[in-house]
């Protein structure tokens, strides 16, 4: 029950630093199963989440090592990196690991933890959110971060923003198996939202980030990829490498003649830009970016070309397979 003046949390820490949380379950946690913010030297390892809300949001926060733990989300994220101007001044995110997790947002609350993994049905509302995210609060950024050997089932995918005057960079993300993934597989968006203290608010970076060893299939083929940052801040320095994309095809050719809107200033979603031309990547507005050793697979024909690049400055592919269809071009 909601009690006025108490937060709707399970676990809430501001301000601490030595923290362990090891080897419990929280059951519908709330808002947040764990909220943490101005942490330093924070170890969560070993929980298993089923929750209303949130999993764990990590906010402006020092030292971090996520592992081992299990979430089911299916109404929102499930581990979320934050930089929010909570503390009255812009702190980042940094020294994160994230390593050894499942995600989810399919299964009906409760039955992660109960050992039933009972799937939402006909008439049962559940959004299935519950992803890996950076953002959408972005004030202080995010360096130096790492994630490693994780499984997204039936949620979104990686999202990565800065849409607040955020500096995200130095990531390292590999070895992710996603399944049944609802919207874009991997979500980089580079945004002008720019909320927080009106003068000194600035347009962000997001630069340097390696992603790499990433299987995803039987995905929902409306949105493909998008890495997009916006006029004049162009996304820098991306390498992705050994990534097998399987998606359900049925792209049309009136797909491929959209145009997405810029959106500068709108809240970042894998589907603000709606449909997108591209059944693999839209690339739009980046400087230097290396993909290399890429298969994408429709399992029904789709009639988009499988790369669009929009005031891209610096691209180099190599080894690309595709699923071939008459008069598709690969790329624009």
């Not at 601490?16 to 519908?28: A, S, T």
Request: one cysteine or more.
């Amino acid at each position: 029950d909601r009690t006025e003046g108490v937060g709707n949390k399970s676990i809430s820490l501001k301000h601490c630093h030595n923290v362990v949380l090891k080897d419990f379950q929280i059951l519908e946690g709330g808002w947040f199963g764990i909220l943490a913010t101005g942490v330093d030297n924070l170890t969560i390892d070993g929980l298993t989440i089923d929750t209303n809300r949130d999993g764990m949001d990590i906010d402006c926060c020092r030292n971090v090592r996520i592992s081992n733990c299990s979430v089911n989300s299916p109404w929102d994220d499930a581990i979320v990196l934050k930089s929010s101007f909570a503390l009255g001044s812009s702190r980042p995110c940094e020294n994160i690991t994230i390593g050894n997790c499942y995600v989810t947002g399919t299964y009906l609350l409760g039955t992660m933890l109960d050992g039933t993994w009972k799937k939402f049905g006909p008439g049962q509302r559940g959004v299935g959110t519950g992803r890996i995210k950076f953002g959408t609060e972005s004030n202080g950024g995010f360096k130096n971060i790492a994630i490693s050997n994780c499984i997204f089932e039936g949620c979104q995918g990686l999202t990565l923003e800065s849409e607040d005057g955020a500096l995200l960079e130095d990531l390292v993300i590999t070895n992710l198996t996603m399944r049944d993934i609802k919207t874009a597989p991997i979500f980089m968006r580079l945004g002008a939202r720019l909320r927080g203290p009106s003068d000194s608010t600035k347009t962000g970076a997001i630069r340097r980030v390696i992603i790499s060893n990433i299987i995803s299939s039987n995905a929902a083929s409306q949105l493909g990829c998008i890495i997009t940052g916006i006029p004049g801040f162009p996304i820098e320095n991306v390498r992705i490498s050994n990534l097998y994309l399987e998606h359900r095809g049925g792209g049309t050719t009136q797909q491929a003649a959209l145009v997405p809107a810029e959106k500068e200033a709108a809240y970042p979603e894998p589907n603000m830009f709606g449909s997108m031309p591209s059944q693999g990547f839209f690339l739009r507005h980046v400087k230097n970016i290396d993909v290399s050793d890429v298969q994408i697979v429709a399992t029904s024909p789709d009639h988009r070309p499988s790369f669009v690049l929009v005031d891209v400055e610096g691209a180099d592919f190599f080894r690309i397979k595709t699923t071939e269809q008459a008069g598709v071009p690969k790329f624009i």
